[in-house]
């Protein structure tokens, strides 16, 4: 009785994803895929609680004219479905990483390794602006190592606006990627004429000698949403 009320939730909540692709649909029927989106309680970061919700806030936020939407689906798909695999008891290693697990599964699916690098590496950035010692230089140390900087951009950014992110991350990660040009193009999407609008005000005191930068960063930022 368990297991089946277990399997009919599953089911339940996966109904508000639906696939676009062969790919998505083979994805979405692989149980080992379904058990990791339907795991997760609220907590910090995820006040949704399950993968599967965090999942489909990030599909919704892909506008569907990007070019980049296929790719960005499919890593949101798979990204988080491991962290049920993770012992929170024993110590971090490659097989103990929901973002390295993820990694391996999806290498049953695909050889695209612009995908599955970013997989792998997508919360190296979060780890880097809350506990390294030079966050600028590991950032772009990080960098350097990837097969599509833009993609795995793109994808940290969706992550990070997700509901319950910090923000914080994602003001340092945009400013990082502006200084060193490497700022992500967004398609233009109309706004929502039936919303509310909302304006998220942060301030920084920075050393003097940071200030320029920032405000050469701050203005990137502007000129993008002109």
Known sequence: MVAALATAHAVLMLASITPETELERALLADPTLRAGLDWGTPRFGHPEGRVGDHVAGMLSAIAAGDPLRSDLRLLALVHDSFKAHVRGHEPWSPDNDHATLARRFAERYTSDERLLTTLELHDEPYWIWRNADAPEEALQSLLERLPDPELFARFVELDAANEGKDLSFLWWFRRELAMR????????????????????????????????????????LVAEQQ
Request: aromatic share 4%; no cysteine; proline share 15%.
């Open 181 to 220: 040009g490497g700022l992500p193009m967004h398609p233009v999407t109309a706004p929502d004429a039936g919303g509310d609008d909302v304006v998220y005000v942060k301030a920084f005191a920075p050393a003097p000698h940071r200030q320029p930068a920032i405000a050469d960063a701050a203005n990137q």
